[in-house]
């Protein structure tokens, strides 16, 4: 069945790690998104990608980093974790006008 | 500047009431419309869509929305609720573009009593 994933689903880390959260699709999209989630906020996004080789920042400044080798996958790398960084962080999928999300990444940094 | 404004944070409705969630949008060009649902630990499902057309649109699990252009709204509306809706409900919008970023507002959670 055509669907988007998230690994993990729940991390806490400790701050100053390294952490890449994975997200990878079935559905054959060209573009994907990564969002952030804080609770009572909008969600904001933080990096897309229109294709393979192809990322872009959002509109919410983030100290992450992506990657596009596959179409299937895009993970997002945090190189030095903080406090800061605690929040959801949601991956999405697009062929077209609508987006379909995956379960999410809750992160927490200690 | 462009924006999505939910202005009901929190809305309680008793299962077998009707329910109309508000939508109010700002957007340069011509927009397109969406609402999602977010059950607890869950990624957002997307319920309905508006791009052209009849104003009124129908969703899954028996949602609808009315799309005024006049009112720059696009509420969502469902006759009876039921205890599985209980969730938070999201409205979008999104450019004539395909692949553009979405929108979203703050959000709205829906409570159900019984």
């Known amino acids: 069945e055509a669907d988007i994933y998230q690994t993990p689903r729940y991390l806490v880390i400790g701050t100053g790690k390294k952490i890449t959260l994975e997200c990878s699709q079935t559905m054959g999209h060209d573009k994907m998104y990564w969002y952030q989630q804080d609770p009572g906020m909008e969600l904001h996004l933080i990096h897309y990608s229109y294709g393979v080789n192809s990322t872009e920042k959002g509109d919410l400044s983030s100290e992450s980093t992506v990657s596009r080798i596959r179409t299937e996958h895009f993970p997002l790398t945090l190189e030095s974790a903080r406090p800061s960084h605690t929040s959801q962080y949601l991956c999405a999928s697009s062929d077209s006008y609508e987006q379909y999300f995956g379960p999410g990444t809750r992160l927490t940094v200690t | 500047a462009q924006s999505v404004t939910q202005p009901d944070i929190h809305i309680t409705v008793s299962e077998g009431a009707s329910l109309e969630l508000r939508c109010n949008y700002s957007?340069?060009?011509?927009?397109?419309l969406f609402w999602y649902v977010q059950s607890p630990g869950q990624g957002l499902q997307l319920l309905l869509k508006?791009?052209?057309?009849?104003?009124l649109v129908q969703g899954i699990k028996g949602f609808e929305a009315e799309f005024k252009r006049s009112q720059s709204s696009f509420n969502l509306r469902k006759p009876s609720v039921h205890w599985s809706d209980a969730a938070e409900y999201f409205c979008a919008v999104g450019a004539a573009q395909a692949g553009t970023a979405l929108i979203f507002g703050k959000g709205t959670t829906l409570s159900v009593s019984s």
């Open positions: 508006y791009f052209s057309g009849d104003t």
């Open positions: 957007y340069g060009a011509t927009p397109y």
